[in-house]
């Protein structure tokens, strides 16, 4: 009973103030990636697409174990996804083509592929 | 527990090659291409707007926090200025903010010791400092700073005196902070340049006072 009492009164972000691990002072540099979608976050935020409070509800609404399990740019880009969803302004289908689009383009240019892939590996 | 972003900030703190000569862009990464492509297929925004941003946040690190805090330390009037109105006072010293925050300083005095938390993300001041440590985007410091910051510092190595207060403010998507740290003693005769050298982005956040032979490495 109490535990899940906790779960309506404690979104997943709402984290202050609980027990927790000693600090590592862990950092580390941005893979590119991550710095392209830090900025695709300010430049969503300046067109009013998505600002920094939908963003951080976006990342709330992937639910716990998503956002235990997601790095941090990851739950990021997979928030703006489902968040752009929601307002209409991408489907869930334009994205998956997109994204096989992306990865063949990556594949030509690379001389890559999913054969390639596997010979890299032998 | 175990932070499972902890294997994330493990696994990638060394230098990374570009992607497209190290491997193939995993899943996440190919996600963003591919939202940023449709973004800009549709007109939403503009095709070089993303590189631009990362042109600003590459401009964006301690050094500016540090310059501002050494001015603060040697020109009251400044310092005044700065603790009524932080962004107002920052823009006067040419920093920009590229967003909607409103920035609150915060003076450490004999007193008082600050400490910056965002709880509930990772919200931080980013015009002045660049973007935050992976530390402060993760649970334990999350969690803990509000509720027992003196076992936080010295987790840091600060060991903060039992009569002076600690304060722990915590950030939102509107207003940022910003630690003004204690100038250190003995340096009276130290130039603006060689104060500004003293201060670290963890003096900022809070985390750690300025000292002297602690001298930052600003890029």
Same mark, same amino acid.
């Given at each position: 009973m109490?535990?899940?009492?906790?779960?309506?009164?404690?979104?997943?972000?709402?984290?202050?103030?609980?027990?927790?691990?000693?600090?590592?002072q862990?950092?580390?540099?941005?893979?590119?990636?991550?710095?392209?979608?830090?900025?695709?976050?300010?430049?969503?935020?300046?067109?009013?697409?998505?600002?920094?409070?939908?963003?951080?509800?976006?990342?709330?609404?992937?639910?716990?174990?998503? +956002?235990?399990?997601?790095?941090?740019?990851?739950?990021? +880009?997979?928030?703006?996804?489902?968040?752009?969803?929601?307002?209409?302004?991408?489907?869930?289908?334009?994205?998956?083509?997109?994204?096989?689009?992306?990865?063949?383009?990556?594949?030509?240019?690379?001389?890559?592929?999913?054969?390639?892939?596997?010979?890299?590996?032998? | 527990?175990?932070?499972?972003?902890?294997? &994330?900030?493990?696994? &990638?703190? &060394?230098a990374? *090659?570009?992607?497209?000569?190290?491997?193939?862009?995993?899943?996440?990464?190919?996600? *963003?291409? @591919? !939202?940023?492509?449709?973004?800009?297929?549709?007109?939403?925004?503009?095709?070089?707007?993303?590189?631009?941003?990362i *042109?600003?946040?590459?401009?964006?690190?301690?050094?500016?926090?540090a310059?501002?805090?050494?001015?603060?330390?040697?020109?009251?009037?400044?310092?005044a200025?700065?603790?009524?109105?932080?962004?107002?006072? /920052? *823009?006067?010293?040419?920093?920009?903010?590229?967003?909607?925050?409103? %920035?609150? !300083? %915060?003076?450490?005095? #004999?007193?008082? &010791?600050?400490?910056?938390? /965002?709880?509930? /993300?990772? /919200?931080?001041?980013?015009?002045?400092?660049?973007?935050?440590p992976?530390?402060?985007?993760?649970?334990?410091?999350?969690?803990?700073?509000?509720?027992?910051?003196?076992?936080?510092?010295?987790?840091?190595?600060?060991?903060?005196?039992? #009569?002076?207060?600690?304060?722990?403010?915590?950030?939102?998507?509107?207003?940022?902070?910003? !630690?003004?740290?204690?100038?250190p003693?003995?340096?009276? #005769?130290?130039?603006?340049?060689?104060?500004?050298?003293?201060?670290?982005?963890?003096?900022?956040?809070? !985390?750690?006072?300025?000292?002297?032979?602690?001298? @930052?490495?600003?890029?």
């Amino acid at each position: 009973m109490t535990e899940t009492q906790d779960l309506v009164k404690r979104l997943p972000n709402d984290i202050g103030g609980l027990p927790a691990e000693p600090i590592r002072q862990v950092d580390h540099a941005l893979e590119p990636w991550e710095k392209r979608c830090h900025a695709l976050a300010d430049v969503l935020d300046y067109h009013k697409i998505i600002n920094t409070e939908e963003k951080r509800c976006g990342v709330e609404a992937l639910g716990a174990e998503m +956002i235990g399990k997601l790095t941090y740019y990851e739950r990021w +880009i997979v928030a703006f996804a489902n968040i752009l969803f929601r307002k209409g302004i991408l489907t869930p289908e334009a994205l998956a083509r997109k994204m096989a689009e992306v990865e063949a383009r990556w594949d030509a240019e690379n001389g890559g592929g999913k054969e390639g892939a596997a010979h890299r590996q032998d | 527990m175990t932070q499972p972003n902890d294997r &994330h900030d493990e696994a &990638h703190d &060394h230098a990374h *090659e570009e992607i497209g000569r190290s491997g193939r862009p995993g899943y996440y990464d190919i996600m *963003e291409t @591919a !939202v940023r492509e449709l973004l800009v297929e549709r007109q939403l925004i503009g095709a070089d707007e993303i590189r631009r941003q990362i *042109e600003l946040l590459d401009s964006r690190n301690p050094a500016l926090g540090a310059k501002v805090v050494a001015r603060a330390w040697v020109d009251a009037a400044f310092r005044a200025r700065l603790l009524a109105d932080g962004r107002k006072a /920052c *823009e006067e010293l040419g920093i920009s903010f590229y967003d909607d925050t409103q %920035l609150i !300083v %915060l003076e450490n005095t #004999d007193k008082l &010791h600050n400490l910056i938390v /965002c709880t509930l /993300c990772s /919200c931080y001041p980013r015009p002045v400092l660049g973007l935050p440590p992976d530390w402060y985007k993760l649970k334990p410091y999350r969690s803990r700073a509000v509720s027992e910051p003196r076992a936080v510092l010295a987790e840091f190595g600060t060991v903060i005196p039992e #009569d002076v207060e600690i304060r722990v403010s915590d950030s939102t998507a509107m207003v940022r902070y910003l !630690v003004l740290p204690k100038r250190p003693d003995g340096t009276d #005769d130290y130039s603006e340049e060689q104060l500004a050298a003293l201060v670290t982005r963890d003096t900022m956040i809070g !985390v750690v006072p300025a000292r002297v032979g602690q001298e @930052a490495v600003q890029p």
